[in-house]
Structure formats: structure tokens, C-alpha cells
């Protein structure tokens, strides 16, 4: 079982930043792949960037490319989400997963809590 734990949310002001953090443990976990995803109220929850571990391939959904940056730290078994510019649409539980490359929650079998962001106006 793989577990993951979020860290790094909060209350920020439109155009600020914040990084998120996802300690990642269990066994096999880096044969898994990694992705942030987010759910708004009243959505569904939302892709937003994904990475391997070895770090050859990442990706961003449309609404957060050149906002947002994902990034890994092998060696502290973290991903990170280094969100800048945030907007109030930006709001939501941020959720780490892991499973298999995709853009669906779907395609992850393994969760964390998540962690709040709320960006005010």
C-alpha cells in the first residue's frame, strides 16, 4: 500500500504562491507514476499536472501551464507543486496520487488527504 501525505496549503492572495508538498512511502512507490489533481465545490475533481519519477516526462493542464511547475525530490521520496500567480479559480482541495500516466483520476489507484487552497480576491 502506497500512502501519501500532503502538505503546504492555505490562504494566499490573488497573484501570490504557495508550494504544495506530497511524502510519498510504501513499497514499489516509485514504479508509480505521479499527479496532482484538485476538486472545486461542486466539481469533479481535476487533473492538473502529473510527473515520473525518473523526471523525463511531466505534465500540466491547460489552466495551470506556465503557473504551475511539478517537481521530484528522490531523495526525500517528495513531490512538489510550485503553484505562482494564483488566481481565485485556483481554489480547491489539492489531492497527490499515484498510479498509472494519465489525466483521469482513474488511472491513479493510491490517494492522499489532501490539502486546502484558497486564494482570495
Known amino acids: 500500500q502506497v500512502h501519501l501525505v500532503e502538505s503546504g496549503g492555505g490562504l494566499v492572495q490573488a497573484g501570490g504562491s504557495l508550494r504544495l508538498s506530497c511524502v510519498v512511502s510504501g513499497p514499489f512507490f516509485r514504479s508509480y507514476d505521479m499527479a496532482w489533481f484538485r476538486q472545486a465545490p461542486g466539481k469533479e475533481r481535476a487533473f492538473v499536472s502529473a510527473?515520473?519519477?525518473?523526471?523525463?516526462?511531466?505534465a500540466h493542464a491547460d489552466s495551470v501551464r506556465d503557473r504551475f511547475t511539478i517537481s521530484r525530490d528522490t531523495a526525500k521520496s517528495t513531490v512538489y507543486l510550485q503553484m505562482s500567480n494564483l488566481k481565485p479559480d485556483d481554489t480547491a482541495v489539492y489531492y497527490c496520487a499515484a498510479g498509472m500516466w494519465g489525466y483521469t483520476p482513474d488511472k491513479y489507484q493510491f490517494w492522499g488527504q489532501g490539502t486546502q487552497v484558497t486564494v482570495s480576491s
Open positions: 510527473i515520473q519519477w525518473s523526471g523525463t516526462s511531466t
